[in-house]
């Protein structure tokens, strides 16, 4: 089906008409302490690869898993490749977060999400767990609406970017193939 503004208005409505649920998203997603500095509990990248991998699910990507390569962090990948004959995107993120620094200069815990003001506070809650739920919110909304994208959609989430990605460029050659895009 030949995407419209119709469609494009529907998602929005359904965006709208969920948000909350969104924001509750974003709040389990920035809950997990997901520092993939050393020293750091990597079971909590683990925790948070899986909870961004259910995500994907919940907000209908497909053949979604969490990669393990090398010594990376652990990536996320899912997609959905059903309107023949349009574009591929490729949507990137990371599921990775600073340390929380000192936390007596936190007015709530690192950890903890915090409305204040009709603005989220945790760590992550901005770079980039919100990078991650935007790509889920606008995937979800169309296909929750529509049933449908008005584009073929792959979606990649690191979770090393706070460390400096030193895996992504042998990641992406090795993976050439399932990140093809156009």
Known sequence: ???????????????NSH??????????LV??????????????????AQFTADLMKKHGLENVKVIHFKTAAPYVYGEWLKQKGAPTLLLYAHHDVQPPGRPE???????????????????????????????MAAVGSFLKSVKELPVNVKVL?????EV???????????????????
């Open 1 to 15: 089906m030949a995407h419209n503004s119709t469609q494009t208005e529907k998602a929005i409505e359904y965006f």
């Open 19 to 28: 948000k909350a649920e969104f924001l509750e998203d974003l709040k389990g």
């Open 31 to 48: 809950r997990i302490p997901s520092v993939s500095f050393a020293g750091f509990d990597q079971k909590e990248v683990e925790r948070s």
């Open 105 to 135: 200069v936190w007015k709530s815990p690192a950890f903890e999400p915090t409305l204040r003001d009709g603005r989220l506070y945790a760590r992550g809650a901005a770079d980039d767990k919100a990078g991650v739920l935007l790509h």
């Open 157 to 161: 989430i690191e979770g090393e970017e």
């Open 164 to 182: 400096g990605s030193e895996n992504l460029e042998p990641f992406l050659k090795a993976n050439k193939e399932l990140l093809q895009s156009a």
